[in-house]
Nanobody, 114 residues
Framework: VELVESGGGLVQAGGSARLSCVAS????????FGWYREAPGMQRELVAG???????DYGDPVKGRFTISRDGAKNTVHLQMNSLEPEDTAVYYC?????????WGKGTLVAVSS
């Protein structure tokens, strides 16, 4: 399974960005498809995830600002990020968990300037 993220970059505070992750390979049945992030010196944390049944969960810091969506036909998950804050600066990783194991993308940097 390969996960390829896109959409990161430099954004001004208050702005928006959209991340996408495309999964390919022997994906199987997806349990959870979503995003984590890791800021310098911090532990990797959940940003948002969507289960195969469509249940969505968000990390507390992003609730009300970020929206996750999935295009099942294209094995793609998107993360719409609004009202970005400097504290959102991190490397964002796509994660897909099927019935066998979790898979991670290589990450994409989102840097929010104040």
């Amino acid at each position: 399974v390969e996960l390829v993220e896109s959409g990161g970059g430099l954004v001004q505070a208050g702005g928006s960005a959209r991340l996408s992750c495309v999964a390919s390979g022997d994906i199987g049945i997806i349990n959870v498809f979503g995003w984590y992030r890791e800021a310098p010196g911090m532990q990797r944390e959940l940003v948002a995830g969507i289960t195969g049944g469509g249940i969505i969960d968000y990390g507390d810091p992003v609730k009300g600002r970020f929206t996750i969506s999935r295009d099942g036909a294209k094995n793609t998950v998107h993360l719409q990020m609004n009202s970005l804050e400097p504290e959102d600066t991190a490397v964002y990783y796509c994660k897909l968990s099927n019935r066998v194991m979790p898979y991670w993308g290589k990450g994409t940097l989102v840097a929010v300037s104040s």
